[in-house]
């Protein structure tokens, strides 16, 4: 098989108000691809009450068939707004318990890349956001231990508005092409 028409899977992962979302549809322009916006941001918001651990792994459910799926209409790669490691840390700081199947998850997503967004960006708030200030380094870091430790090759990402997504195309293309 031609290696240049496997569909390689980037995943743009890191705290809270980094540019993800706007780095992930950027992206998928860029290269005249898709990108999958974050489900969690969705579900949350539309909640009629405070989240709970089986919200989360119902989210966490939902991303790994989003990353299972099939996508015809990608050129290339797909671009992925978070993933399991994001969720996998989310229940690690807000319940201290990881279900015991998200590690082999994670494997199985099969990234090909992670682009994590640095901490870079003045955070705004708003009503799903609840990770501002000192947090937010805390979490980069965490994200980034686990990168690490699944071996999963990534960039750090850092500059404001075009600068940024300049970078992560710089990345892609060094990286992949």
């Known amino acids: 098989m031609d290696s240049s028409k496997i569909l390689k899977k980037v995943a743009i992962i890191g705290p809270e108000c ?24 969705e579900y949350i918001q539309d909640l009629n009450r405070a989240y ?8 966490s459910r939902k991303q790994m068939e989003q990353l299972n799926a099939t996508y015809d209409l990608t050129n290339k790669f797909i671009f992925f707004d978070t993933d399991l490691i ?7 700081v807000v319940y201290n318990k990881i279900p015991n199947w998200i590690d082999d998850a ?32 805390k979490l980069f870091l965490m994200y980034k231990n686990e ?14 508005e075009k600068l940024r997504t300049e970078n992560a195309i710089n990345f892609i293309e060094n990286y992949f092409i």
């Open 18 to 41: 980094t540019g993800k979302t706007t780095i992930s549809e950027q992206l998928a322009n860029y290269f005249k691809t898709q990108w999958i916006p974050e489900f969690a941001r």
């Open 52 to 59: 709970d651990y089986e919200d989360v792994e119902f989210i």
């Open 86 to 92: 994001i969720t996998k840390v989310w229940f690690q």
């Open 106 to 137: 994670i494997m199985a997503s099969n990234i090909d890349l992670y682009l994590l967004c640095n901490i870079d960006l003045p955070w705004i708030t708003d009503k799903v956001r609840e990770n501002g200030g000192e947090m937010r380094e």
């Open 147 to 160: 990168i690490e430790a699944f071996k999963i090759p990534y960039f750090i990402v850092k500059g404001e």
